[in-house]
């Protein structure tokens, strides 16, 4: 079946280590975005891509950086210059269409990460 | 600036209807998106209306008015299953990538009781 592995589902980490999410897509899609849950807040986007080897920046991406180097493959390292990286981060994909129906986003099971 | 807002949390019985409204104010519309969240797992696309009016798929309907930013969630014969999350998100316009940057409200959380 088609979908988003996001792994791990878990993570722990100490203050100033960088910590790197994996999000793999076999859907075909060409757009792929990060996007971080917090409790209280809606869905915020962080980084987003709409072809190979390239990315833009989303609303919070201070202290991300992604990487697009295939089209099935869109990692999320959280680096010790965030903040408050304590989140639950969902990585999600799309078609890249203009009809606004047509990009509805397919989301993965997402990653928690807490910082200790 | 954008926004957009919903109620934080909502309580309904098994087999009865819920609206959930969402409001909205955003630099432009190109879409409105509902999507399902159980708890601790990803978000589920549900419905979008880009024009005025009610979309009916099943047991959800979606109803939408651009000139009141405005929009609700109707569910119907309510089920234990759908205690959720359910998340209004807006795409506020196309932009030159035509990139589907929506913008999400805070989430409405529907306890189903029996």
């Known amino acids: 079946d088609g979908g988003i592995t996001q792994s791990p589902k878990y993570l722990f980490r100490k203050e100033g280590q960088n910590v790197t999410l994996s999000c793999e897509q076999n859907?075909?899609?060409?757009?792929m975005y990060w996007y971080r849950q917090d409790p209280g807040q809606g869905l915020r986007l962080i980084y987003y891509?709409?072809?190979?080897?390239?990315?833009q920046k989303g609303d919070i991406a201070e202290g991300y950086s992604v990487s697009r180097e295939k089209k099935e493959s869109f990692p999320l390292t959280v680096t010790s210059a965030q903040k408050n990286p304590t989140a639950f981060y969902l990585c999600?994909?799309?078609?890249?269409?203009?009809?606004?129906?047509?990009?509805?986003?397919?989301f993965g099971a997402g990653s928690r990460l807490t910082v200790l | 600036g954008q926004n957009i807002d919903q109620p934080t949390e909502m309580t309904a019985t098994e087999g009865a209807i819920v609206q959930i409204n969402c409001t909205y104010q955003?630099?432009?519309?190109?879409?409105l998106f509902w999507y399902q969240q159980h708890a601790g797992e990803a978000p589920t696309f549900l419905s979008y209306?880009?024009?005025?009016g009610l979309e009916e798929k099943g047991r959800f309907s979606s109803f939408l008015s651009r000139s009141k930013g405005y929009s609700y969630l109707l569910l119907k014969e309510l089920q234990m299953k759908d205690s959720a999350s359910y998340l209004c998100?807006?795409?506020?316009?196309?932009?030159?990538?035509?990139?589907?940057?929506?913008?999400f409200g805070t989430g409405t959380l529907l306890a189903v009781q029996p």
């Open positions: 891509s709409q072809i190979v080897n390239d990315f």
């Open positions: 209306n880009v024009l005025d």
């Open positions: 999600a994909s799309s078609i890249f269409l203009r009809d606004p129906g047509a990009n509805v986003l397919t």
């Open positions: 998100a807006v795409r506020p316009g196309v932009d030159g990538g035509a990139t589907n940057k929506l913008i």
């Open positions: 859907l075909n899609h060409d757009a």
């Open positions: 955003t630099s432009g519309f190109n879409g």
